[in-house]
Nanobody, 122 residues
Framework: VQLQAYGGGLVQPGGSLRLSCAAS????????SGWYRQAPGKQREQVAI???????NYADSVKGRFTISRDNAKKTVYLQMNNLAPEDTAVYYC?????????????????WGQGTQVTVSS
């Protein structure tokens, strides 16, 4: 299983970006998809997560501004980020967990994408 995250970049305060994370490989099902971020000198923190059919959970700092969504057919999870602020500057990582198959054997997986830089600055 591989995760490819993209969509980061430089944006002015108040702007928007949409991050994407596409999973590939012998995936049987995806149970949990999430976005995390790590700013310089800080620990990685959870930004948004969606598990099964449940409602998404968001960090308080992004509620009302960020929206996580997924396309099961494309095995892709998105993070729409609106009204971005300088404190949103960080490397954003996607995390996907679920069930995969290998030579007919089912096994759980929990993988991280490579990270994509988001910089909010004027």
């Amino acid at each position: 299983v591989q995760l490819q995250a993209y969509g980061g970049g430089l944006v002015q305060p108040g702007g928007s970006l949409r991050l994407s994370c596409a999973a590939s490989g012998s995936i049987v099902s995806i149970n949990r998809s999430g976005w995390y971020r790590q700013a310089p000198g800080k620990q990685r923190e959870q930004v948004a997560i969606i598990s099964g059919p449940g409602s998404p959970n968001y960090a308080d700092s992004v509620k009302g501004r960020f929206t996580i969504s997924r396309d099961n057919a494309k095995k892709t999870v998105y993070l729409q980020m609106n009204n971005l602020a300088p404190e949103d500057t960080a490397v954003y990582y996607c995390n996907v967990a679920g069930l995969r198959s290998s030579t007919g054997v089912f096994m759980n997986f929990d993988f991280w994408g490579q990270g994509t830089q988001v910089t909010v600055s004027s």
